[in-house]
């Protein structure tokens, strides 16, 4: 009992030195930006410039360090570091460049019926595998087949539902993609259930990738799963060494783009994440390097006075997962008391020492086209107001309020900084609690679920849409009101004109006319409603080594463009 | 002498069964290693077919029983994660934690030893002082902060291998296992010196001790041939067990410098809920445990007759 206090009493401290340096520090910069609405973020390290992309000269080995993933085969790769691979050996049917914005891959052009239930890629001919085979429509429909059978039991096989024959080859009745035609060699043609007029972003994801015949189905090739054979501009140099590395090596006969100019890129296998990449990147041993927070502000200090510094806003978001549909937050007053009466800049000088960037809108700025600055008018700190909606909500001093976080990743501190500033600012009582990952989900899919919760997401495709379907949609809710819900609609936001909106802009060709319905429709959920509270955007910083090479940048899923790296 | 290995082989069995079985249930508390554990949930179907796949779908007690009939024929099964055998995965690690454990038990038995006995041979000495000093230091600090201080000062430096370093800089073994190994071996020689100083001043005390300086016997003699032997028994215990436990893995020292072993095997499974391999690894430990301590049991017998007896 009395350790409990005496912890406790510790913390309460801690968190109360944090929130205090936080404050000294907004003063010391001084000159009252704290209820303009208008000035632009005053907190945030900013962005580095974007790299001017050059011709490079083959050569050179580049190195760096991920941790081991579960997977480089397309079938199954999913998270981050096994993606990284995947995206080296193979090219699919379109590219994401480092924006996000589209370019052709393995298909010159795409296009979609009338009413884009239908789509048809035209494919570019004489392109190879690294064995020499040659990548046509059938690679592509081998590739889906192989991801979509149920005994290959692929994690990420969710990706293709929509085309047409997919659940029944997950349900194993089928062996086939009905809707999948591969007659004419150079040209593939997908039909979907769900009509979507911006489907062939999906493609972008590598579970899309062409695999040759030699690959197997269902996805039980152990020889294959090792060392992957693909059409990308790398190949394996070697199978994969677990825990170990992973040595590629470029693809001569490449011919979608141009070469990679890289002779090599040596993968190294850590134990340790970004502690073990820092500490390889300090002692020359890595090219590039990812960095545990506690050290980006020395790093910085040391690194970008050397031009070795990246900082991009990326594909992500952080955000507090809302319950508007249990008290005390079913008023949309409440939700926005509750935002507005958060100090985001404080929190980022404090706990972040600068390296976030506060956020305005949901949809974050790596979409420029559909990114709208300021749209989240209660993301601004205004105490007034914020004690003004308060009060008519009934969200009276002393309202308890749950707020709860996943321990052990770094969210310690600002989430006790947030409970601290909701206590001070409108003397709510915030039950903080931290718990184990899935024990969050499961907490947050209970239909009692009320109150707060910490939550962050990022984009499967290049594509705003990515961050209102699944998150605000009534469909994502997956489960009635008394049921725990399946998808990943956990705040159970549901408004039909917003579902309508999205459901317009599935069904717009034009691109420019279908990023305005989604605008319209974050504008319902977001600004209007307050359906989730937008905290900082996700920022990610990296090291590279500009002394050796050129062409350093971050692709779209902040891992390095490996591709145009070239020695200097 | 027979009769007592048969007792001793039967204890070990019920052990192992008994292990096996709490374990099972602690990884089935431990929770669903299918279930959503990211900022994006599994879909249900997709659970479906992984647990179907894993022979998870199943009830417990009809999985412990497959468990158990797969681990008599010497099939480990496939890892949830990667979906490769885990025999192989073991199989490639065993060798190298099966290299640290040496070294380390080498070295601790060494050091541990011998200045055991400098201790007990001339107690309250300078020498037994520092001995005191230095094993109470290396007991106290714990086997992380070593680590990581001879990481970031040693490694790098002379014949040991940096950490980390690129894959394709490859380090003769003999260089790679000896930073992990002293790592491990500070605090086990610690213990080894405490002990073999404590039981050797209790034998250095026994009649028959006195009886031999009485025959006239060298003190070189009565140290080594009487002294010894004696003196010994605790410490074969205590390095039975531990090359048991280092043979399970040791999780912080290999994790900490990149030596792929068992440890870092199982450490890597706990994150992920990789339950067969956490099965394979823990059953393995416990096995080579109940043997180890089953051979020091014989062993015993064999030095001291009256255990046999009793």
Not at chain 1, 391 to 416: C, I, R, S, Y
Not at chain 2, 273 to 288: G, H
């Amino acid at each position: 009992m009395r350790k409990q206090a005496w912890l406790r009493a510790a913390a309460g401290l801690t968190a109360a030195a944090l929130v205090l340096t936080a404050c000294s520090q907004k003063s010391n910069e001084g000159s009252g930006d704290s209820d303009g609405g208008d000035s632009a973020p005053s907190a945030g390290w900013p962005e580095t410039p974007d790299v001017e992309i050059k011709d490079g000269k083959p050569g050179g080995t580049f190195r760096f360090g991920i941790t081991e993933p579960t997977a480089i085969d397309p079938y199954n790769g999913q998270e981050s570091e096994g993606l990284l691979v995947t995206k080296q050996l193979f090219t699919g049917l379109v590219q994401a460049d480092p924006d996000g914005n589209i370019e052709p891959g393995v298909a010159d052009k795409w296009e979609a019926n009338d009413d884009c239930s239908q789509w048809t890629f035209d494919l570019k001919t004489g392109t190879k595998f690294h064995n020499g085979e040659e990548v046509n429509s059938e690679s592509f429909k081998r590739g889906w087949e192989r991801v979509s059978a149920k005994a290959s039991a692929s994690e990420v096989a969710y990706h293709l539902t929509g085309i047409e024959g997919f659940d029944e080859m997950q349900a194993g009745t089928a062996n086939a993609l009905s809707g999948v035609d591969a007659s004419d060699p150079a040209k593939l043609v997908v039909k979907l259930t769900d009509p979507n007029c911006e489907w062939y972003v999906r493609t972008v994801h590598p579970v899309f990738s062409p695999v040759p015949s030699t690959a197997g189905a269902p996805a039980t090739n152990t020889a294959y799963v090792e060392a992957p054979i693909g059409n990308g501009p790398f190949m394996m140099d070697g199978p994969w060494q677990h825990d170990v590395g992973i040595k590629l090596k470029r693809f001569e006969d490449y011919s979608i783009g141009h070469k990679a100019y890289l002779d090599s890129v040596e993968i190294t296998i850590t134990a340790n994440g970004s502690q073990d990449e820092y500490a390889g990147y300090q002692n020359g041993t890595f090219d590039w390097a990812r960095m545990p927070t506690p050290v980006l502000e020395q790093a910085r200090a040391t690194y970008e006075p050397q031009n070795q510094w990246i900082t991009r806003n990326t594909n992500g978001m952080n955000y507090l997962l809302v319950m508007g549909t249990q008290k005390p937050l079913d008023d949309v007053k409440a939700r926005k008391a509750l935002s507005m009466a958060i100090d985001r800049d404080a929190i980022i000088n404090g706990v972040f020492k600068g390296s976030m960037t506060p956020a305005t809108a949901f949809v974050p700025p790596v979409f420029p086209d559909a990114f709208q600055e300021g749209l989240c008018e209660a993301c601004t700190f205004n105490l007034d107001e914020a004690k003004k909606l308060a009060k008519e909500a009934g969200l009276a001093e002393g309202t308890e309020l749950n707020f709860q976080f996943n321990v052990d990743a770094g969210h310690e501190e600002w989430t006790a900084a947030i409970k601290d500033q909701l206590e001070t600012n409108l003397g709510l009582k915030v039950n903080l609690s931290g718990v184990q990952f899935p024990d969050l989900l499961n907490n947050e899919q209970q239909p009692g679920a009320s109150g707060i919760y910490r939550a962050a997401w990022g984009a499967d495709y290049p594509t705003p849409s990515n961050f209102l379907q699944p998150l605000l949609s009534t469909e994502a809710i997956g489960a009635g009101p008394s049921e725990p819900t399946t998808g990943d609609n956990r705040g159970r936001y549901s408004n039909e004109k917003f579902d309508q909106l999205l459901k317009d802009g599935f069904a717009t060709k034009d691109e420019a006319e279908r990023i305005k319905k989604f605008q319209e429709a974050e504008k319902i959920a977001i600004g209007d409603d307050q359906a989730l509270i937008p905290l900082w955007y996700r920022t990610q910083h990296r090291l590279a080594n500009t002394e050796k090479f050129i062409n350093l940048r971050m692709d779209f899923s902040e891992n390095p463009d490996l591709y145009e790296i070239s020695i200097k | 002498m027979g009769k007592f290995v048969i007792r001793r082989l039967a204890q070990a069995v019920m052990v192992v069964i008994a292990a096996t079985i709490l374990l099972f249930i602690g990884l089935f508390v431990l929770g669903d290693p299918f279930a959503s554990s990211g900022d994006k949930v599994v879909p249900p179907e997709t659970q479906a077919i992984l647990r179907e796949k894993f022979g998870m779908d199943q009830s417990l007690p009809m999985q412990y029983l497959t468990y158990l009939g797969n681990l008599v024929t010497g099939d480990l099964g496939i890892d949830l994660n990667q979906r490769r055998p885990v025999a192989d995965m073991i199989g490639a690690a065993l060798p190298n934690t099966a290299r640290l454990a040496l070294i380390a038990i080498i070295i601790d038995v060494i050091i541990g030893v011998v200045a055991g006995i400098i201790a007990a041979v001339w107690r309250y000495s300078f020498w037994d002082v520092l001995v005191t000093i230095i094993t109470t230091l290396a007991i106290g600090v714990p086997t992380f902060v070593i680590g990581v201080w001879l990481r970031q000062t040693v490694s790098g430096v002379w014949i040991f291998p940096q950490v980390p370093r690129s894959f394709t800089e490859l380090a003769p073994w003999y260089t790679e296992v000896l930073l992990p190994a002293v790592t491990l071996a500070i605090v086990d020689a610690a213990f080894i010196a405490r002990l073999m100083r404590g039981s050797m001043l209790e034998v250095l005390r026994m009649d028959y001790i006195r009886t031999a300086r009485a025959k006239g016997l060298g003190e070189r003699t009565v140290i080594m041939k009487h002294a010894f032997r004696n003196s010994i028994i605790p410490v074969v215990t205590y390095v039975g067990i531990s090359i048991g436990i280092l043979l399970g893995g040791a999780i912080i020292t290999e994790t900490l410098f990149q030596y792929n072993g068992v440890g870092y095997l199982l450490y890597r499974s706990i994150l992920q809920n990789n339950n067969p391999v956490i099965m394979a690894i823990v059953t393995f430990a416990v096995l080579i445990y109940v043997l180890l301590s089953m051979i020091v049991d014989i062993l015993y017998a064999y030095l001291d007759p009256r255990i046999r007896l009793s």
